[in-house]
């Protein structure tokens, strides 16, 4: 299939199959999204309110004298990270397998491909969640080169910043922007090519090696299809949430202007039900997105019979 006929394929297939928008924003938000929707009513402490929380464990940490408690806590939290981890990758191995067979399905009905893969039998959540957690590898080395100037940078401007003006992060990302668009490019190429390996593995069968090393080769072999794919994928993220999410960011200020105040409640019940509006439609419309994305990376894999 003709790249352009893959994505306007994909954008039918998403429209015409509701269900797979629930299954794609579990998968966005499974895979971080849901920080994302956070962001917009968690109030992030401020470094000095870091401080004081773990100044003082951390302090005996380094020291060395951690007390049994401090070590307890640590490894609950290690614990907890790595099963949330665990999670969010399941589910989104989950949510994305589903709507591989839901896109195909939906092709197939509307007569845009003359026959779909067999999927049954094919590999499932487990495998998927594999190949998704091997394309992790590239991200983990890149952020671990990237750690020391990091750090140092970020010491810099808590100790000794040139400006209080400018939030922390805008300040650091300022300062080491190269850096950070390097990540930025790791996490963009193996998450391209971990979609390419999911589709080689559910739709040809293939074990999780080959399906990953098959990845990174249509990366290599069809770079305009694959990138290109996963451009438009994130393109339409951007487009239809990202209006929503901004809406909501500078609405949640006013909400909680007006609910500490307590004055004029009338108002301010008609002012968080409309940002309830917002953040809802923002969830819906991200939906959409990830539905497409999820549609036309699998679309864009459909072989010839």
């Known amino acids: 299939m003709p790249w352009r006929s893959a994505m306007a394929a994909a954008f039918v297939v998403t429209l015409v199959r509701p269900g797979s ?9 499974a895979g971080g999204g849901i920080l994302v929707f956070a962001w917009s009513i968690v109030v992030l402490p401020t470094p000095t309110g870091v401080q004081n929380a ?52 939906a092709a197939e009905d509307e007569g845009l491909i003359a026959s779909r893969p067999d999927l049954r039998g094919a590999p499932g959540t487990g495998r998927v969640a594999l190949v998704r957690l091997a394309s992790l590898a590239p991200i983990v080395v890149a952020a671990a080169l990237a750690w020391q100037p990091l750090y140092d940078v970020t010491y810099r401007e808590l ?76 393109g339409m993220l951007v487009l239809l949430a990202g209006p929503a999410l901004l809406a909501a960011v500078v609405g949640w200020t006013r909400v909680r202007d007006l609910v500490v105040t307590g004055r004029e409640p009338v108002l301010a019940l008609a002012v968080v039900l409309v940002w309830v509006s917002i953040w809802l439609g923002g969830l819906v419309l991200t939906a959409v997105a990830a539905a497409f994305r999820t549609a036309a990376a699998t679309l864009e894999a459909v072989r010839p019979a």
């Open 21 to 29: 928008w629930a299954v794609g924003l579990a998968g966005f938000l």
């Open 54 to 105: 773990l100044g003082t464990p951390l302090s005996k940490l380094v020291l060395g004298t951690p007390t049994p408690d401090l070590i307890t806590l640590v490894g609950l939290a290690v614990a907890g990270v790595l099963a949330v981890v665990a999670c969010g990758l399941l589910a989104g191995a989950w949510a994305e397998r589903q709507g591989i067979e839901m896109a195909l399905e």
């Open 159 to 234: 100790i000794l910043p040139a400006e209080l003006v400018t939030p922390l992060p805008v300040r650091v990302i300022r300062a080491v922007p190269g850096l950070l668009a390097g990540i930025a490019l790791t996490w963009f190429l193996s998450d391209a090519a971990a979609a390419a390996g999911v589709r080689r593995l559910v739709m040809e069968r293939r074990s999780v090696v080959a399906a990953w090393v098959l990845g990174w080769g249509d990366l290599v072999r069809r770079p305009h299809r694959v990138l290109g794919t996963s451009l438009v994928g994130i």
